[in-house]
């Protein structure tokens, strides 16, 4: 079985008990419906990664230990290229906004009209 991977936007390290945040409850407890002992992977977006287990869970709240840090490069391997369109108002916000919360290393922006690039 694959161990669910949780990112928590704090510093981490092995022995460390947690309350996960809203988003990560949200997914452990509510979407893949993890009970408590269950293994999981945490990191924290600055270049580490903790094996953790889930200690307690309760309708609100669950809290994690962090077990021990991981050996091994966080940063995906792969290069992802983002193409988008021209949008109206706050979709082009959001749109261009979005490439940052997903970590990618740089963003390339292009733009076409009818009769090609500009």
Not at 15 to 31: D, K
Not at 83 to 102: C, F, H, V
Request: glycine share 6%; aromatic share 6%; hydrophobic share 45%.
């Amino acid at each position: 079985m694959r161990v669910p991977r949780l990112y928590l936007p704090v510093p981490l390290a092995a022995g460390m008990t947690l309350p996960l945040n809203e988003n990560a409850f949200n997914h452990a407890v509510r979407v893949l419906r993890l009970k408590p002992d269950a293994p999981l992977t945490l990191f924290n977006g600055q270049g580490g990664t903790f094996a953790a287990k889930l200690l307690e869970v309760s309708k609100r709240e669950a809290w994690v230990q962090v077990t021990s840090a991981l050996p091994g490069e966080a940063e995906s391997p792969l290069q992802v290229t983002l193409a988008q369109g021209i949008s109206r108002g706050e979709k082009m916000d959001y749109t261009l906004r979005k490439p940052w919360n997903w970590a990618l290393p740089r963003s390339n922006r292009c733009l076409r009209n009818a009769a090609g690039l500009i």
